[in-house]
């Protein structure tokens, strides 16, 4: 059987999206930015996404939709704007979590290379921050509240409403990275006071190289790429309408769709938690309820992640020991690190994304396998030895509960 759980690293391309996509290349070939009646029609297809992408997280205006290549370019140029922009009234201050996206931490170490101040706030336990910890750590000088809406790994949804109001209340400046969140949670910028926000087509079923920065009208911003006048002069390169297109079309099926989809995914994650709480000294990573509907990040003592990944890609099931990003490296995540998880058993989690293609079928292949291979590799393990014999000692508790 083959089982795709993987969709926090990518989404397939939606049929609705991927027609939408052909369309687009068969009959809008023009430049919008040309003067002629095929750059003219060209440019009404992208007003278009403009509009769809407003209404699906309420923003005020469509020309606070700014067509980007992606989440990392949204998160990059949310953060640049905030930091250059307020630096001259002297605010060099900057917030954000430390289980943040690598588009964010990385941003946030080069402004610190720059001159900025940087406070990582830690989440509790569960993976959630306490809006109280972020109220606490606004200055005088802080620019920007930066805190994403959704964990990619462990899938804790933030209290981005209360954020948002802090934010507000105290005149900082609020961005969220809803990567995760857009298309699979209800979003609404004004409702939840959020200033700016960064989207990401091929997490919600778009097209890859795609994706979109919010930001509210009167925020001066700064532009990642320099040249053309496009998108009203803040982000330079002739666009992509074809992509910008058929990934405003993935988020609005997703968005029409998203109670019946999220109730439908949610009862998968809850039947694979189920599936593998009985296996001894593992534990499921995230708040149990406050978390993505098809996010389940589990660790298990005694073995390693990649080992797990790769012997269950050879049954067909493709999941993720960690972020993409960092399965290129065998440090440990440090998402897990920074919510508190014991390095021990943060070498042995995988992650398992689950979205609306998956069946309960592939849900019990799934839980059949990872006992299967847990037991296989705990059994050639001397770790895990050295844990039953006493040389070592357990860092998960036997029994995992909610
Ligand atoms: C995938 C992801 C990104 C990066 O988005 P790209 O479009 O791949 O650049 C940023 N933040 C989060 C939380 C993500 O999951």
Redesign the pocket.
């Known amino acids: 059987m083959k089982v795709y759980a993987d969709n926090?690293a990518t989404t397939y391309l939606s049929k609705t999206a991927r027609d939408k996509f052909i369309e687009c290349l068969d009959n809008f070939n023009g430049n919008p930015n040309s003067l002629h009646s095929d750059g003219q029609r060209t440019q009404e297809v992208l007003d278009e996404a403009r509009e769809i992408v407003a209404g699906c997280i309420n923003a005020a205006k469509t020309n606070e939709i700014y067509f980007t290549s992606?989440?990392?370019e949204a998160?990059n140029q949310a953060l640049l704007s905030a930091a250059r922009g307020l630096s001259k009234k002297g605010k060099k201050h900057l917030i954000t979590l430390n289980i943040e996206?690598h588009?964010i931490l990385h941003t946030m170490a080069k402004l610190e290379k720059e001159g900025f101040e940087v406070t990582y706030l830690a989440p509790e336990s569960n993976g959630i921050v306490d809006p109280q910890k972020v109220a606490d750590a606004i200055r005088e000088d802080t620019a920007l509240v930066s805190v994403?809406f959704a964990n990619?790994e462990m899938g804790a949804i933030q209290p981005i409403p209360e954020i948002g109001k802090i934010c507000k209340e105290k005149g900082v400046l609020f961005h969220t990275?809803a990567?995760?969140a857009a298309g699979h949670l209800p979003i609404d910028v004004q409702a939840m006071n959020i200033d700016m926000l960064s989207m990401?087509g091929?997490?919600f079923h778009g097209p890859k190289g795609c994706?979109v920065f919010y930001a509210r009208n009167g925020i001066r911003l700064v532009n990642v790429i320099e040249g053309g006048a496009q998108e009203r002069g803040k982000r330079a390169g002739t666009v992509n309408v074809p992509a910008i297109r058929a990934m405003a079309e993935a988020l609005k099926e997703a968005c029409d769709n998203m109670e019946p989809n999220m109730t439908r995914v949610a009862a998968l994650r809850d039947r694979l938690i189920n599936g593998l709480k009985d296996i001894p000294y593992s534990q499921l990573n995230g708040d149990p309820v406050k978390r993505l509907p098809g996010n389940v990040n589990w660790s298990f003592e005694g073995v390693e992640g990649e080992s797990l990944l790769l012997h269950l890609d050879m049954y067909g099931i493709e999941c993720s020991s960690g972020s993409a990003c960092t399965s290129e490296s065998l440090d440990p995540s440090h998402v897990l690190l920074g919510m508190g998880v014991p390095i021990e058993a943060a070498h042995g989690s995988l992650r398992f994304s689950l979205d609306i293609d998956n069946t309960e079928e592939q849900i019990d292949y799934i839980i059949e396998k990872v006992h299967y291979v847990i037991d296989y590799y705990r059994s050639m393990s001397p770790y895990w030895e050295d844990l039953q014999t006493g040389k070592r000692q357990h860092c998960v508790p036997e029994h995992w509960e909610a």
Do not use: I
């Open positions: 926090a992606g989440g990392s998160d996206h588009a994403m990619n990275d990567v995760q990401s091929h997490k994706g």
